[in-house]
């Protein structure tokens, strides 16, 4: 097969009807390409498993880039977050076997999801939490699955948008409000250019989650470290110019904290991302960002010796239904 027929196949964003997408490899070193099952064809069990894991995994990013953020400036901080990450995909890949794809409309994919996925919200996050609490960044983060599936029934319509998707979005946004309670929304408006920087790193999340499915049938670590490997691409240097990153001390536990953010919320959490778009679709993938909340609460009450709101476990009740009913997968 020609390499523009295969490279065309592997940035469309459609699927099949069977539910898979494109196999084999380029001619032009698009290495890692794999048939796609579709969700019915994994136990929904094990997918919900990996969605904790990936909420789990970027629900504590939100206190790591607070230490983090405390002694580096954030551009710094996430130029460093995207290259050690990047870098760690990529000697995964290479000691795989794996090669990076060669063809430039595929990088030219990569180029867009990084904007969408690292660059552009990883630094409004890391900025807006130099003015908010982690929490309510993590609150408003977890409107996600919201705008992801009001991007889908009005714009892309790449994916299926049914009655059953529309109650998980809002069965789970009602369950976040419930766990957090009132007083945890303390400060909401105070800060508001920040808060706006939160919303709007939102926003790229859903726009990322719908322009990554167009990788479907490359191996998930491809994208993750393509995309990693460009928002570094367009970080570093805005890092060297605006806070010469020589000059700087950080502490010890900014440095930590960055570490855990790069190796585990950002490399292990992309790959997790890309692998449960390509079995939950984009509006199922983004149900990790109610997952977070419950989690930070939980975390909360075991490390910080928080209490619960009064209607946390009837919220956690919602956000449960919430999750299912955005993953489960359609019947044939």
Known sequence: MPAETRTAEIMSAEVSPTGTAPTGTTSSGAAGTRPTPHPAARPLAGELALLLLLATLWGASYSFIKIGVDTIPPVTFIAARTLIAGSVLLAVLRIRGIPL????????????QA???????????????????AGLAAILNSMTPIFAFLLTALLVRHEAVSARKLFGVASGLVGVCLIVGVGALHGLGDALLPQLA???????????????????GLDPMLPAAGSLICGAALLVPASLVVDRPWTLTPSAASLAALLALSL???ALALVLFF???QTLGSVGATAQAYLRVPIGVAIGMVFLGESLAPTAWLGLAGVLAGVVAMTLPSRR
């Open 275 to 277: 692998r449960l778009m």
């Open 264 to 266: 585990f919320s950002t």
């Open 115 to 133: 904007c969408l996925n690292s660059a552009l919200p990883f630094t409004l996050i890391a900025w807006a939490e130099t003015h908010i609490e």
């Open 101 to 112: 794809p060669r063809d430039p409309a595929l990088w030219r994919g990569f180029l867009v």
């Open 198 to 216: 939160v919303l709007a790193a939102t926003l790229c999340y859903a726009g990322a989650a719908i322009f990554g499915a167009r990788f479907k």
